[in-house]
């Protein structure tokens, strides 16, 4: 048993509060059998944040999370801050907790689980053993490019705009974490960009290449447009190994690959900062969904993405591989066992709200850990 990890939890909107519930069953449940003790702190960030403190994340919250060995994030935003302005809407909390805490890595793994290969809107046969790893660079890019903004022009009409920038630094560091993750699995990474069409994305390109001569000429690397990426990851997606790629790519890219696993829903997400001098490591945890306005309220998430994210959390922030394993496992289990939220139904399964998912999950871990 260790004591005193400090774990920031931030469940936000929608259905981040529901589906962090669950999780944090599965930690009381870790608590009760002695497994492991956290030093627990939670806070309102995005339209909950705006709610009880007038910001989407305020100093203090940056503060505890500066602090904590790691944070759980749930998920951010819906239609009731929509016409706040674009300083204050409610993604700004993850958006901000990404760059101030300089989380670079955003690593996002598309698994697919064996019972729920028919969930997938592909063919079995063409997601059946996926194992693809999507590193997205999250700090850079059009998301924090300047210049940005709207201006008018001369001629009265107005124009937006945003800037796509990346420096050596921000390719090659992420790019490590890409390579080094490929040795541990196939050895294959692919670096995904549109070099044809971007001076950024040409330098990207080039600098990849750069660095995998110099510092890892034993991975192979491929180089991919994205547009033929986003058309191959449904062609043929296992000839992915490890695909590395910008901020704006990574989101679109991760969501598409989020259907090859049957849901959005499914899919957790861990995102790094370096090892400092100290040996901490900033890390941040959350499900790739957001807080789904559609289904907000109703008890029917997916709770597996937000619990996936907390064995991962286990796993990369603590070392504690095999109490993730053990989380996923029950997940498969109960999956196997032929239950579903409604976003993964399929003919002869029964359909349960999150409420049940999570208790049965807890069910599996107590047959397991047995
Ligand atoms: N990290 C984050 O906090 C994060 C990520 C993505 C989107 N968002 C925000 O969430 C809000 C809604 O965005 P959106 O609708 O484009 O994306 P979304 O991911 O919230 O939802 C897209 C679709 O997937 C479904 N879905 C998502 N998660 C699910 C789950 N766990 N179980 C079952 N179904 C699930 C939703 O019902 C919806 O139909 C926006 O404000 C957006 O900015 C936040
Ligand atoms: C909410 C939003 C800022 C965020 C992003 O675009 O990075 C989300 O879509 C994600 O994938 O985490
Ligand atoms: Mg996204």
């Given at each position: 048993m260790s004591a005193n990890k400090k774990l920031l939890i931030l469940p936000g909107d929608g259905i981040g509060p529901e589906v962090m519930r669950e999780v944090r069953r599965v930690i009381d449940w870790m608590d009760r059998r002695r497994m492991v003790s956290f030093d627990i702190s939670d806070d309102h960030v995005g339209g909950a944040g705006i709610d009880a403190?007038?910001?989407?994340?305020?100093d203090a919250t940056m503060q505890k999370a500066k602090d904590a060995d790691a944070i759980l994030f749930g998920s951010v935003g819906g239609p009731k801050w929509d016409k706040l302005g674009f300083q204050l809407r409610p993604e700004i909390a993850i958006l901000r907790l990404r760059k101030e805490l300089d989380l670079f890595a955003n690593l996002r793994p598309a698994t697919v689980l064996e019972p729920l290969v028919d969930a997938s809107t592909l063919k079995p046969e063409v997601v059946r053993g996926l194992d693809l790893m999507i590193v997205r660079e999250s700090t850079?890019?059009?998301?924090?490019?300047?210049?940005r903004g709207v201006e008018e022009l001369p001629d009265g009409q107005k124009r937006g705009f945003d800037t796509e920038t990346y420096t050596t630094n921000e390719i090659e560091r992420v790019g490590r974490v890409a390579f080094e993750l490929a040795r541990k699995r196939q050895n294959r990474v692919c670096s995904v960009e549109k070099a044809n069409v971007m001076q950024s994305g040409l330098f990207w390109r080039q600098t990849m290449t750069a660095l995998r001569e110099r510092e890892f000429p034993d991975v192979e690397l491929s180089h991919m447009y994205a547009d033929n990426c986003a058309m191959q990851l449904v062609r043929?997606?296992?000839?992915?190994d490890v695909i590395v790629t910008s901020n704006i790519f990574g989101d679109l890219l991760s969501d598409l690959a989020s259907m090859l696993t049957?849901?959005?829903?499914?899919l957790p997400s861990a995102t790094l900062g370096a090892v400092q001098a100290s040996g901490k490591r900033h890390a941040l945890y959350e499900p790739?969904?957001?807080?789904?306005p559609d289904i907000?309220?109703?008890?029917?998430?997916?709770?597996l993405g937000q619990l996936l994210s907390f064995a991962m959390l286990l796993r990369y922030s603590f070392n504690m591989d095999e109490d993730a394993a053990l989380i996923e496992t029950a997940c498969t289990n109960v999956l196997r066992n032929g239950l579903r939220t409604a976003d993964i139904m399929a003919p002869g399964s029964a359909r349960v709200g999150t409420g049940v998912m999570g208790e049965s999950i807890l069910r599996e871990l107590d047959k397991l850990a047995a």
């Open positions: 403190y007038g910001e989407p994340i305020t850079g890019g059009i998301y924090f490019g300047e210049p043929n997606p296992r000839q992915f049957g849901s959005l829903g499914m790739i969904h957001g807080s789904a907000a309220g109703k008890g029917i998430a997916n709770p």
